[in-house]
């Protein structure tokens, strides 16, 4: 009974020396215990390596849309209407080819696209966008939504930066409780001081600015007094301070891609504008729209 019971303690014994050097194996050799590589801490000890990031998928087969009345083709068709089928997310029109159109083909893009965009929409509505557009399950979801909340009667009724990221942050969190793994492309808002400076060259849009579009831009174009002046560059870095929002809160959503400025910088003309507002894109802008659309969700890579 004595030597049985010397057997199993030296058996003991060797099994917790095999359990040791197996561990100390493991940290010599940097891996866990489901074999992938192990990261050191600082007193070196091995820690699980973080999961990796999500690869962008460049071609995704559902596409739900939100934004404001540039989304919904407002005034690109007829004055003072929405035209959703030239819209550049999900329009279905052939000259325009819109983003989904180019991502999943004519037939495939009427069954899966949807566009919940709102004309006038601002930042504050984009939660309840959200929401709507995460009851479709779509794999990529578009933004693009900020004019409006620079485009107001006055300076001071703008959207103030701090409320424009609440509510932005606000509309992610929306669609990540319903829709976790739906990609996000944001689009920049546009510069607004690049429309001013196009639209005035055409005397019918100067009038129809009068009638109250975007005032805080648009009011008053000819006057080029230092208060005039001042007024239009303060809503433009209202819009790159919004642009820089949606940056900022894209970049902590790993399935998230900012456009980096793309609709921003892109030197348009007249030729892009609506025919019957000189603010709005018209057919031809939402094709450049599409466009740029296209190649920064297809790109390797976030845009630089």
């Known amino acids: 009974m004595a030597e049985r019971s010397s057997r199993r303690r030296v058996q003991g014994a060797g099994a917790t020396l095999t359990a040791v050097a197996l561990a100390g194996a493991a940290v010599l050799t940097g891996c866990t215990s489901d074999g992938r590589p192990a990261a050191r801490s600082g007193s070196g000890a091995a820690v699980p390596s973080p999961a990796p990031t999500p690869a962008w998928d460049a071609s995704p087969a559902s596409v739900a849309a939100v934004g404001d009345s540039i989304t919904r083709g407002f005034d690109?068709?007829?004055?003072?209407?929405?035209?959703?089928?030239?819209?550049?997310?999900?329009?279905s029109d052939g000259g325009v080819r819109s983003l989904a159109v180019r991502l999943l083909g004519a037939s495939k893009a009427a069954s899966h696209s949807w566009n919940h965009a709102v004309s006038g929409a601002r930042m504050a509505q984009l939660p309840e966008q959200m929401a709507r557009a995460a009851k479709d399950g779509p794999e990529l979801v578009t933004v693009m939504i900020?004019?409006?909340?620079?485009?107001?009667?006055?300076?001071?009724?703008?959207?103030?930066?701090?409320?424009f990221r609440t509510s932005f942050e606000a509309s992610m969190r929306q669609l990540r409780a319903s829709a976790p793994t739906s990609q996000v492309y944001v689009s920049s808002v546009p510069d607004l001081k690049r429309l001013w400076s196009t639209g005035r060259e055409n005397p019918l849009g100067k009038q129809i600015w009068k009638l109250g579009i975007c005032r805080s831009m648009l009011g008053d174009a000819d006057d080029m007094g230092a208060a005039a002046v001042?007024?239009?560059?303060?809503?433009?870095?209202?819009?790159?301070?919004?642009?820089?929002?949606?940056?900022?809160?894209?970049a902590r959503d790993e399935r998230c891609r900012y456009d980096g400025g793309a609709v921003f910088d892109y030197r348009f003309t007249g030729e892009q504008l609506s025919e019957w507002d000189?603010?709005?894109p018209g057919r031809n802008g939402q094709a450049r729209l599409a466009e740029i659309a296209y190649r920064n969700v297809t790109a390797a890579g976030p845009p630089a």
Do not use: K
């Open 76 to 91: 690109a068709c007829s004055v003072l209407a929405d035209c959703p089928e030239v819209s550049w997310a999900t329009g």
């Open 146 to 163: 900020g004019a409006n909340d620079a485009c107001r009667d006055s300076v001071r009724l703008m959207t103030p930066v701090a409320d």
């Open 230 to 250: 001042a007024r239009r560059d303060a809503v433009r870095e209202r819009v790159v301070a919004y642009n820089e929002v949606l940056r900022e809160v894209c």
């Open 278 to 280: 000189w603010f709005h």
